[in-house]
Nanobody
Framework: QVQLVESGGGLVQPGGSLRLSCEASGSIFSIYAMGWYRQAPGKQRELVATITNDGSANYTDSVKGRFTISRDNAKNTVYLQMNSLKPEDTAVYYC???????????????WGQGTQVTVSS
């Protein structure tokens, strides 16, 4: 059993910043990668950013230069620092953890409950 608990969402004006946090707990042996996904109303879920256990980060093009993903391995926690927020960033943001020992194993994904981010004036 693994639980992912997210926090940090809220309402912010365009150009503002938010910092999302997600802590994984439970029966954790190893986490290959953690990441953030988002789903806007009427749209499909999309990948925002991921970070692997060696610190390699990837971002979707629309957030590059504005968002930064980071990870505290000792706390099994991933963060998403979101700067220069735009209305189109409005979505429910979901935390993901891939609990596989290495990338040669099949993925073993767990998801958080989601946190609402609203960017509006």
């Amino acid at each position: 059993q693994v639980q992912l608990v997210e926090s940090g969402g809220g309402l912010v004006q365009p150009g503002g910043s938010l910092r999302l946090s997600c802590e994984a707990s439970g029966s954790i042996f190893s986490i290959y990668a953690m990441g953030w996904y988002r789903q806007a109303p009427g749209k499909q879920r999309e990948l925002v950013a991921t970070i692997t256990n060696d610190g390699s980060a990837n971002y979707t093009d629309s957030v590059k230069g504005r968002f930064t993903i980071s990870r505290d391995n000792a706390k099994n926690t991933v963060y998403l620092q979101m700067n220069s927020l735009k209305p189109e960033d409005t979505a429910v943001y979901y935390c993901n953890a891939d609990l596989r020992p290495n990338r040669w194993m099949r993925s073993n994904n767990y998801w958080g409950q989601g946190t609402q981010v609203t960017v509006s004036s």
